[in-house]
Structures are given as structure tokens and as C-alpha cells.
Nanobody, 126 residues
Framework: QVRLVEHGGGTVPAGGSLRLSCEVA????????MAWFRQAPGKERSGVAN?????????DALQGRFTISKDKASSTSSTIYLRISDLKPEDTAMYYC??????????????????WGQGTQVTVSS
């Protein structure tokens, strides 16, 4: 079991930057993927970026502005970051952190991620 808690959302002007964090506490696995997803009002959830065993991937349309990273504090505690630069109004969404335990690779298929945080809201003003 793992607890995921997101922080860092808020209202930011277009063109600005933001760093979201996801506190991860609990049992960790050598094979696991951590990912960020987002869901805008009236739209389906979509994958943003993931980090699997040190390898990172950012969705094609978001490359260049989104960066995922990890800071591991201990065997049972870490933080997953999502840095967003040059924010655009279309980035407005609820951002969720998620884990796919026991998988060396999970892509950005939300169905493979069984553990989710509560989300943090990002609003970009134009």
C-alpha cells in the first residue's frame, strides 16, 4: 500500500511556471512506475509523464514544457515532481499522481495505475 499526496497547484498566469509535487509514502517496489495524469473539466483523463525505474517519458504533445523527476528520501518515502513551464490556459486541469506497482513499464495507460492521489488543481489565467 502507498499513500500519494499532491501539492503545488494554484492559479498561475499564462507563460509562468509551476512545480507540482507528489509525496509518496509506503511500500515501494523495484519495478514500479510513477506518473502524472490530468483531467480538464468536461474532458477525459490524459497521461502527462511517467517515471519507471529511472526512465522518464513525457507525452509527445507536452515535451519541452513538462519535466518529471524523483527525489528518494528513503526506502519508504519519496517525492515525484512535475515541473511545468510556459503554462498555457489549456493546461488548466486537476493533476493526479499515480502508481503502477510491480510493473517495469506502464506507459501512460491510466488503467494500469491502481493507486492514485486526490489531485491538485492547476488553473492558468490568460
Amino acid at each position: 500500500q502507498v499513500r500519494l499526496v499532491e501539492h503545488g497547484g494554484g492559479t498561475v498566469p499564462a507563460g509562468g511556471s509551476l512545480r507540482l509535487s507528489c509525496e509518496v509514502a509506503g511500500t515501494t517496489y523495484e519495478d514500479e512506475c510513477m506518473a502524472w495524469f490530468r483531467q480538464a473539466p468536461g474532458k477525459e483523463r490524459s497521461g502527462v509523464a511517467n517515471l519507471c525505474r529511472g526512465d522518464s517519458f513525457v507525452a509527445d504533445a507536452l515535451q519541452g514544457r513538462f519535466t518529471i523527476s524523483k527525489d528518494k528520501a528513503s526506502s519508504t518515502s519519496s517525492t515525484i515532481y512535475l515541473r511545468i513551464s510556459d503554462l498555457k490556459p489549456e493546461d488548466t486541469a486537476m493533476y493526479y499522481c499515480a502508481r503502477a506497482a510491480g510493473r517495469p513499464w506502464a506507459g501512460l495507460n491510466g488503467r494500469l495505475y491502481k493507486e492514485w492521489g486526490q489531485g491538485t488543481q492547476v488553473t492558468v489565467s490568460s
